[in-house]
């Protein structure tokens, strides 16, 4: 390695001795602040990504780092098998923003994934009366809820269920976005429909207006909970505190994640009332770190600083300026990009795989300082902290401007559509 400059460095030594379960964009992250990253070579970025959501507060938001700081003067981690004095203060904090009456931490999304599809399974022999091991939860094709072996199992994406098997039993698909289909896919035995309020792994699609208040009327009409998985949509990353807000609906249950933890730990919770979580009994279900002094500290400051200043608003107005610019880059670069899609800071750009990856685009943009990352080689998903400037944005977006309109000239497309606009 003495040869190498420090990123060919770091990169081969993560190739060297890590599974080969990633294949990041090659750039070395050394330090990064609000919505600004810098690699190990001293090279500036804009943050367009916010780690799926996880930084939405920015990069080391200072208030949420001090009350790590103080937390971990005094304790972290003890287990649940005591109390403390920062889980009660998280969980009234949670029960207010979301409106439900209890919530039950985890860490990950999947696991808190995991523990909505629990509760749906015994609330559904418990409550609804189906023998248990016949329970069935309605998910929609194109779905991504994490990555446990449950999970994969009824994943649409073969790439991810590719030599996993055997899976799971007691899900059944729906398309997504399609009451029909969710009716056709149903069976008495239904117990729950599982679905994501904008699927971001898809390609950040968003679902036909009406199509959650014709669901929420299903699930009620048919005594089926509806468990609103926000992992990525929540807490603000929609323009509204929870994605469901959008269509004046409330779901049975509801996933929290990634933003949950503020940039600094992963915490996910599962929220519902007293109905519904009640058929959680001691020794049913936990969690050795879930809900630890640490994670609930920062979390409950992570709550607080979205709220006391203001960042659910500013996403909206920020969100809508985003779409605003990235659709202007469109007309400019067609057919190159095919569509702009998304909800407030969470924008999906539609690559036309005919012409060039979304993953070239990618890696063209981290060479000219914007962080971004594809899904499904056709999307590029913008969704940077919920604390950027407009003046950010500006940057981000007129290098990618520059980097489509020059990929765009180099593939020729640009000769194509004058000679069709000439012809017509």
């Known amino acids: 390695m003495c040869n190498m400059n420090a990123t060919e460095s770091h990169i081969a030594r993560e190739a060297r001795f890590g599974a080969r379960n990633y294949a990041p964009v090659p750039v070395v992250v050394d330090h990064a602040r ?20 996880s ?29 403390g004095t920062t889980l009660g203060p998280l969980l009234e904090k949670l029960s207010e923003v979301t409106g439900f009456q209890r919530a039950l931490p985890m860490n990950t999304g999947a696991e808190a994934v995991e523990t909505a599809i629990k509760c749906a399974r015994r609330w559904g022999h418990r409550v609804k009366g189906i023998p248990d091991g016949r329970q069935r939860i309605l998910v929609a094709r194109g779905n991504f809820h994490g990555r446990t072996s449950t999970i994969i199992g009824f994943s649409s994406e073969e790439a991810y269920r590719s030599g996993f098997g055997p899976f799971c039993d007691g899900f059944q698909h729906f398309d997504y976005g399609d009451m029909a289909s969710i009716r056709a896919a149903a069976t008495p035995d239904t117990c ?24 929420r009327e299903w699930c009620t ?44 730990l992963p915490v996910s919770a599962f929220c519902a009332d007293d109905r519904v979580m009640d058929v959680f009994l001691p020794n049913s279900h936990g969690s050795t770190f879930g809900g630890n002094a640490l994670a609930a500290a920062v979390a409950l400051e992570g709550l607080r600083v979205l709220e006391e200043e203001g960042l659910v608003a500013q996403c909206a107005e920020k969100g809508a300026y985003l779409f605003r610019r990235l659709r202007e880059v469109q007309a400019q670069v067609q057919p190159l990009v095919r569509d702009v899609r998304g909800r407030g800071l969470w924008i999906g750009v539609d690559i036309d795989p ?16 914007v962080l971004s990352k594809e899904t499904h080689d056709t999307v590029i998903r913008f969704a940077p ?18 980097v489509a309109r020059e990929r765009h000239h180099e593939l020729g497309l640009d000769r194509r559509r004058n000679q069709r606009a000439i012809i017509a």
């Not at 080391?60 to 937390?71: G, S, Y």
């Not at 604390?387 to 401007?401: C, K, M, P, Q, Y």
């Open 55 to 83: 930084v939405s507060h920015g990069h080391l938001h200072p208030r949420i780092v001090a009350a790590a700081h103080r937390q971990l003067e005094k304790v972290a981690v003890t287990s649940r098998a005591y109390y």
């Open 192 to 215: 729950a429909v599982l679905i994501e309020p904008i699927q971001g792994e898809a390609g950040v699609i968003v679902p036909p207006p009406g199509f959650f208040r014709e669901l």
């Open 34 to 53: 609000d919505c600004l990253v810098w690699d190990v070579e001293g090279r500036e970025y804009v943050d367009m990504m916010s780690a799926y959501s």
């Open 354 to 369: 005919a012409a060039t990856s979304a993953r070239d685009l990618v890696e063209r943009l981290a060479a000219n300082g």
């Open 221 to 264: 009409a048919n005594d089926v909970l509806l468990i609103d998985d926000e992992v990525q949509a929540g807490l603000g990353r929609t323009g509204k505190w929870f994605a469901f807000e959008h269509e004046g609906i409330r779901p049975d249950a509801l996933v929290l994640g990634k933003a949950l933890g503020a940039g600094l």
């Open 385 to 402: 902290p919920l604390t950027i400037s407009h003046e950010l944005i500006d940057r981000a977006v007129d290098i990618f401007h520059r």
